[in-house]
């Protein structure tokens, strides 16, 4: 597999080991599948997004370890350089966008909203932080460079270089480092 036919899994691969997946040996690269269930259902879940899954051998793949660890990516609109921080029980709705070298970890669920003046789901920008056990939810923008801290409740548009904490949430804006050291292994 090279780089020009698979760019999202080989950048979610880098993002989550810091190695490049083109120079990769074959065993390795084998190993790392077979040990690592955030990198087997991104591997999956890329294949599907492609559209190359005619025997449906992927989307069984996916749903064994949506039951086993709880990991719903359901949305095709997911950027590049996506890493999964301890990978259970994430959700992440259809109707949601996630833009390139996002971080999601334990627990997060980024959720849409079915009434009220909300109705959708979020659209996140790239780079953007999101804590374990934050939802976001609703027909909200978060800017790129943005930090959600854990346990945090979003559920209003946050602008770029921010921070978001608490439930309800606070937003400190004005933070071109909000995601310094966060987010790591980016090409």
Not at 26 to 53: C, S, W
Request: glycine share 10%.
């Amino acid at each position: 597999m090279d780089t020009k036919t698979e760019p999202q899994f080989a950048d979610d691969y880098f993002r989550m080991l810091g190695r490049d997946w083109t120079h990769e040996k074959p065993h390795r690269r084998l190993i790392n599948l077979l040990t690592n269930h955030a990198l087997r259902y991104l591997r999956a879940y890329r294949k599907m997004q492609r559209g190359e899954d005619p025997l449906k051998v992927y989307r069984l793949i996916k749903r064994i370890l949506r039951q086993k660890y709880g990991l719903e990516l359901d949305s095709f609109s997911i950027g590049k350089g996506l890493y999964l921080g301890h990978p259970y029980n994430i959700t992440v709705s259809e109707f949601a966008v996630i833009g390139d070298n996002c971080n999601l970890n334990k627990g997060a669920t980024i959720g849409a909203e079915n009434r009220g003046d909300r109705i959708g789901a979020p659209k996140l920008g790239s780079r953007v932080w999101v804590g374990t056990n934050a939802v976001l939810v609703g027909k909200i923008t978060i800017g790129d460079n943005v930090l959600i801290a854990p346990n945090a409740y979003v559920n209003m548009d946050v602008p770029s270089d921010s921070i978001v904490i608490g439930n309800p949430a606070k937003i400190l804006t004005n933070r071109p480092d909000a995601t310094e050291g966060y987010i790591n292994n980016v090409r």
